[in-house]
């Protein structure tokens, strides 16, 4: 019971109400209801009592809704049956009309009704009450009222209560609670509530719904539910009013927060490791990539084994449990552990394969690789340059598995550019270790191409994030070419777009969905694949007929001559096209 500030005696008389009966015919005594409305006058709060169908008044609340906490009163015999409880409660104002926390506490709660009362000057004044039905198999609220306080005194309760629960068994198959796939969540952070968007473009991309947003901005963070108590009561009425099964935290929590908070707030709660996890494991497709995601989430989940209580439950789905690894959310840090091992041996032997095929193709084509942050459009544009059909979507972590695909320059050149996995703020480190293997593409490129939404406000912000992680990775100084894609969406603003940048002959405007501009962007691309050209002289045996020829194909034959041994060629040709002729070289320029 909330008793701040409230008088003793008030309190001792709220409480001598407990293990009172009531005539169960009545939905309340006029003497009871008299003594609540007294102390809604004294106190100007609101006064609720929790009666069951005995007519026992099993519980007595002071405190508005917004302070109050409901407990999870029940008597219920089954999960498909109402809880026996109902709630009849005070509204200061003097109007007894329910509030949507009212009516989310009807259905959070299952009570078999909640009743409004309005007081004016510590005298009821009029009442409200609503009760569920099924309707469509879903629940609706069925709201009564006004009432005076004459004839709601005559409703008999034990009626009106027998007609509600027996129109639930009835419908067994009706339901509240919302599907895994469409999960409610409240968000919190700790800084500015608009710093949230990115959270709920996660959250939406995992199949989950936000209602509602919480921040709080301050200079230290509690250990033990990383926000302050006072944000917390706040956080549970909101969970309460806007009927959240999911509370995601934009930073990540311990294993000890997740236990507390879940404790204190009643539902499942995640933090934004877990939401990017959870993407992942939903994108994942390849072999290697549900490998990488098991180990990450292993990783992750490690620590934390002290705090899943809901709590190493979780098997049971929802976002934030999915993935190959979901199977193994139960068992003992031992048995975690030796599945750690065996996946870092698969990973590392992927890791092995990849080398060898990246190996065989550093000797015979440039390398471009694409890098940006996550729904920068990386997918589409790989499409539009190798007129191939990579997946896309407009979401985050469309793209999870690398994709490589060979493309022909205007000079007849080939090259190979390949799709890598976006980046994102506060990427988890486990997953980073995990798609090492996946990740090190970038520093094995020629040429990386940074895509960028133009079209996004925090442009720079994203940038900074992609080159923080390119250098992280060890590849910030590769050469690179700034792509402002997306430009179709809204004209550029913004530093990036600067005269001075304008000329720069690492930067293009482009829009890969309408196919704007990729002409120049293949001219730079070209111009790196050729600016290492040096004219080389060479001697080729006759026994390497395909070596003359692929000299041919791809470099600049200037002079050739038959000679005694082999022919002999002058010519301009890349690093690449020349190793593959390194031992026949006679001079170069």
Same mark, same amino acid.
């Given at each position: 019971?909330?008793?701040?500030?409230?008088?003793?005696?008030?309190?001792?008389?709220?409480?001598?109400?407990?293990?009172?009966?009531?005539?169960?015919?009545?939905?309340?005594?006029?003497?009871?209801?008299?003594?609540?409305?007294?102390?809604?006058?004294?106190?100007?709060?609101?006064?609720?009592?929790?009666?069951?169908?005995?007519?026992?008044?099993?519980?007595?609340?002071?405190?508005?809704?917004?302070?109050?906490?409901?407990?999870?009163?029940?008597?219920?015999?089954?999960?498909?049956?109402?809880?026996?409880?109902?709630?009849?409660?005070?509204?200061?104002?003097?109007?007894?009309? +329910?509030?949507?926390? /009212?009516?989310?506490?009807?259905? *959070?709660?299952?009570?078999? #009704?909640?009743?409004? !009362? @309005? &007081?004016?000057?510590?005298?009821?004044?009029?009442?409200?009450?609503?009760?569920?039905?099924?309707?469509?198999?879903?629940?609706?609220?069925?709201?009564?009222?006004?009432?005076?306080?004459?004839?709601?005194?005559?409703?008999?309760?034990?009626?009106?209560?027998?007609?509600?629960?027996?129109?639930?068994?009835?419908?067994?198959?009706?339901?509240?609670?919302?599907?895994?796939?469409?999960?409610?969540?409240?968000?919190?952070?700790?800084?500015?509530?608009?710093?949230?968007?990115?959270?709920?473009?996660?959250?939406?991309?995992?199949?989950?719904?936000?209602?509602?947003?919480?921040?709080?901005?301050?200079?230290?963070?509690?250990?033990?539910?990383?926000?302050?108590?006072?944000?917390?009561?706040?956080?549970?009425?909101?969970?309460?009013?806007?009927?959240?099964? +999911?509370?995601?935290? /934009?930073?990540?929590?311990?294993? *000890?927060?997740?236990?507390? #908070?879940?404790?204190? !707030? @009643? &539902?499942?709660?995640?933090?934004?490791?877990?939401?990017?996890?959870?993407?992942?494991?939903?994108?994942?497709?390849?072999?290697?990539?549900?490998?990488?995601?098991?180990?990450?989430?292993?990783?992750?989940?490690?620590?934390?084994?002290?705090?899943?209580?809901?709590?190493?439950?979780?098997?049971?789905?929802?976002?934030?449990?999915?993935?190959?690894?979901?199977?193994?959310?139960?068992?003992?840090?031992?048995?975690?552990?030796?599945?750690?091992?065996?996946?870092?041996?698969?990973?590392?032997?992927?890791?092995?394969?990849?080398?060898?095929?990246?190996?065989?193709?550093?000797?015979?084509?440039?390398?471009?690789?694409?890098?940006?942050?996550?729904?920068?459009?990386?997918?589409?544009?790989?499409?539009?340059?190798?007129?191939?059909?990579?997946?896309?979507?407009?979401?985050?972590?469309?793209?999870?598995?690398?994709?490589?695909?060979?493309?022909? #320059?205007?000079?007849?050149?080939?090259?190979?550019?390949?799709?890598?996995?976006?980046?994102?703020?506060?990427?988890?480190?486990?997953?980073?270790?995990?798609?090492?293997?996946?990740?090190?593409?970038?520093?094995?490129?020629?040429?990386?191409?940074?895509?960028?939404?133009?079209?996004?406000?925090?442009?720079?912000?994203?940038?900074?994030?992609?080159?923080?992680?390119?250098?992280?990775?060890?590849?910030?100084?590769?050469?690179?070419?700034?792509?402002?894609?997306?430009?179709?969406?809204?004209?550029?603003?913004?530093?990036?777009?600067?005269?001075?940048?304008?000329?720069?002959?690492?930067?293009?405007?482009?829009?890969?969905?309408?196919?704007?501009?990729?002409?120049?962007?293949?001219?730079?691309?070209?111009?790196?694949?050729?600016?290492?050209?040096?004219?080389?002289?060479?001697?080729?045996?006759?026994?390497?007929?395909?070596?003359?020829?692929?000299?041919?194909?791809?470099?600049?034959?200037?002079?050739?001559?038959?000679?005694?041994?082999?022919?002999?060629?002058?010519?301009?040709?890349?690093?690449?096209?020349?190793?593959?002729?390194?031992?026949?070289?006679?001079?170069?320029?």
């Amino acid at each position: 019971m909330a008793e701040y500030g409230v008088k003793k005696t008030i309190i001792k008389r709220l409480d001598s109400l407990k293990g009172e009966i009531i005539d169960n015919t009545l939905i309340v005594s006029s003497e009871v209801l008299n003594t609540i409305c007294y102390i809604t006058g004294e106190t100007n709060r609101e006064v609720a009592l929790f009666i069951n169908r005995k007519g026992e008044i099993i519980d007595t609340v002071i405190g508005d809704y917004s302070t109050a906490e409901l407990s999870q009163y029940t008597e219920r015999r089954s999960e498909d049956s109402l809880s026996g409880i109902r709630c009849i409660h005070t509204h200061p104002n003097g109007i007894g009309m +329910l509030s949507d926390m /009212d009516t989310s506490a009807l259905k *959070a709660l299952k009570l078999d #009704l909640i009743v409004g !009362i @309005g &007081v004016k000057h510590g005298i009821p004044n009029d009442a409200h009450f609503a009760y569920l039905a099924s309707k469509n198999s879903n629940y609706s609220i069925i709201s009564k009222g006004p009432y005076s306080i004459e004839d709601f005194l005559n409703i008999n309760a034990q009626d009106l209560i027998n007609n509600i629960e027996e129109d639930f068994k009835d419908n067994r198959d009706a339901t509240y609670n919302l599907s895994q796939d469409n999960e409610r969540a409240i968000l919190v952070g700790i800084s500015r509530i608009d710093e949230l968007d990115e959270l709920s473009e996660l959250l939406n991309t995992a199949g989950g719904i936000e209602v509602g947003r919480i921040a709080q901005s301050r200079p230290s963070i509690d250990n033990a539910y990383l926000i302050g108590k006072g944000k917390l009561r706040e956080l549970k009425m909101e969970v309460q009013k806007k009927e959240a099964n +999911l509370v995601v935290f /934009d930073e990540e929590l311990s294993g *000890a927060q997740i236990r507390n #908070l879940e404790r204190e !707030i @009643g &539902v499942r709660v995640i933090d934004r490791t877990q939401l990017i996890l959870d993407i992942f494991a939903k994108r994942a497709s390849s072999k290697e990539g549900k490998l990488q995601v098991e180990l990450a989430q292993l990783k992750y989940l490690m620590p934390r084994l002290i705090g899943f209580g809901v709590e190493m439950s979780r098997t049971g789905g929802g976002i934030g449990t999915r993935g190959p690894g979901e199977k193994k959310l139960e068992i003992d840090r031992r048995r975690i552990r030796e599945r750690v091992r065996e996946l870092e041996k698969d990973v590392e032997e992927i890791k092995k394969h990849r080398d060898l095929i990246r190996l065989n193709r550093s000797h015979n084509t440039f390398q471009v690789c694409l890098v940006g942050y996550t729904n920068a459009g990386k997918s589409t544009l790989l499409n539009a340059l190798s007129d191939s059909q990579v997946y896309v979507e407009d979401k985050l972590f469309a793209t999870l598995d690398p994709t490589v695909r060979k493309v022909t #320059l205007k000079s007849g050149q080939e090259i190979v550019i390949s799709d890598t996995v976006g980046f994102i703020n506060k990427l988890p480190h486990d997953l980073v270790v995990a798609f090492k293997s996946t990740l090190e593409e970038v520093t094995y490129a020629d040429l990386l191409i940074h895509v960028v939404d133009g079209s996004n406000p925090n442009y720079e912000e994203q940038i900074d994030v992609v080159n923080k992680v390119l250098s992280d990775l060890g590849a910030d100084g590769k050469p690179t070419i700034l792509a402002v894609n997306k430009i179709d969406r809204s004209m550029p603003v913004g530093s990036i777009y600067s005269p001075e940048l304008r000329t720069s002959p690492d930067l293009v405007f482009i829009s890969a969905k309408n196919n704007l501009n990729l002409d120049m962007l293949l001219e730079k691309i070209e111009y790196y694949v050729n600016i290492n050209k040096r004219v080389y002289e060479l001697l080729i045996p006759y026994a390497e007929g395909s070596l003359l020829a692929y000299l041919h194909e791809n470099g600049k034959v200037l002079e050739e001559e038959y000679r005694e041994t082999g022919v002999y060629i002058k010519g301009e040709f890349d690093s690449i096209v020349v190793n593959k002729a390194k031992y026949h070289i006679l001079q170069q320029e």
